[in-house]
T-cell receptor, first 115, second 113 residues
Framework: DTGVSQDPRHKITKRGQNVTFRCDPI?????LYWYRQTLGQGPEFLTY????????KSRLLSDRFSAERPKGSFSTLEIQRTEQGDSAMYLC?????????????FGPGTRLTVT | SQELEQSPQSLIVQEGKNLTINCTSS?????LYWYKQKYGEGLIFLMM?????EEKSHEKITAKLDEKKQQSSLHITASQPSHAGIYLC?????????????FGAGTQVVVTP
C-alpha cells in the first residue's frame, strides 16, 4: 500500500523538549498538509506545501512550530519547547489537485503526549 | 470555532437500522468532503460533493448536497458494525484561501447488535 505514512505513530515527551515528526505523502502528490486534532474535535489546519513551497500557515502555528518539505517529497514538523497544550494528534495529508477536486488523503497520524 | 456544524454529536443505532448525519454551514460550500475516522487513527475519504443538488452513493452510504450548497447529509442504510466510527465533514473555501479543509467536530456512530 502506497498511502500516506507518518512516523512515529506515538510520541511521549517531557515539557520543554523538542520533537520532530515525519510525513511521507503519496508519491505523485504535490500538495502536503499538516493538521492538528484534539479529542472530540475535527482536525484544524496548520500549514500546507505545494512541492517545496510553504504556501500558507495558520495562526495556530506559533513560532515554536516549523515545517519543512525540502525536496518536495517528505515533510517534517518540528515543535520546539513543547507545552502540555501541544498534546494532540498530528495528521498529515496529501493531494494532487485537479480542475474538479482537491481530495486529501490522510495518514494514520502521530499522537503526541506532553507530560 | 467550527464553521461547520455537525449533528448529532453522537448517535447509537441498532444494527440493520438507517441513520443520517447532517453538516451545515452559514456560508456556501464549494467543496464538501465526508471522511470516516476510527478512534485514534487517520481519516478515510468517503465522498466529495461540489454541485448543488448533487448526490453520491457508495455501497450503503449516500451523501447529498442541498441546492443552496449550505447543507449536506450522510445517510447509511441498514447499518453494520463496520459503520461504527467518527464521521467528519470538511469543506474548502470557507475562508479566503483554498485547498485547506475546515472540519466539523464530528459525529460518533455506535452500532449495537
Amino acid at each position: 500500500d502506497t498511502g500516506v505514512s507518518q512516523d512515529p505513530r506515538h510520541k511521549i515527551t517531557k515539557r520543554g523538549q523538542n520533537v520532530t515528526f515525519r510525513c511521507d505523502p503519496i508519491s505523485e502528490h504535490n500538495r502536503l498538509y499538516w493538521y492538528r486534532q484534539t479529542l472530540g474535535q475535527g482536525p484544524e489546519f496548520l500549514t500546507y506545501f505545494q512541492n517545496e513551497a510553504q504556501l500558507e500557515k495558520s495562526r495556530l502555528l506559533s513560532d515554536r512550530f516549523s515545517a519543512e518539505r525540502p525536496k518536495g517529497s517528505f515533510s517534517t514538523l518540528e515543535i520546539q519547547r513543547t507545552e502540555q497544550g501541544d498534546s494532540a494528534m498530528y495528521l498529515c495529508a496529501s493531494s494532487l489537485p485537479t480542475y474538479s477536486s482537491y481530495e486529501q488523503y490522510f495518514g494514520p497520524g502521530t499522537r503526541l503526549t506532553v507530560t | 470555532s467550527q464553521e461547520l456544524e455537525q449533528s448529532p454529536q453522537s448517535l447509537i443505532v441498532q444494527e440493520g437500522k438507517n441513520l443520517t448525519i447532517n453538516c451545515t454551514s452559514s456560508k456556501t460550500l464549494y467543496g464538501l468532503y465526508w471522511y470516516k475516522q476510527k478512534y485514534g487513527e487517520g481519516l478515510i475519504f468517503l465522498m466529495m460533493l461540489q454541485k448543488g443538488g448533487e448526490e453520491k452513493s457508495h455501497e450503503k452510504i449516500t451523501a447529498k448536497l442541498d441546492e443552496k450548497k449550505q447543507q449536506s447529509s450522510l445517510h447509511i442504510t441498514a447499518s453494520q458494525p463496520s459503520h461504527a466510527g467518527i464521521y467528519l465533514c470538511g469543506a474548502e473555501g470557507l475562508t479566503d484561501s483554498w485547498g485547506k479543509l475546515q472540519f466539523g467536530a464530528g459525529t460518533q456512530v455506535v452500532v449495537t447488535p
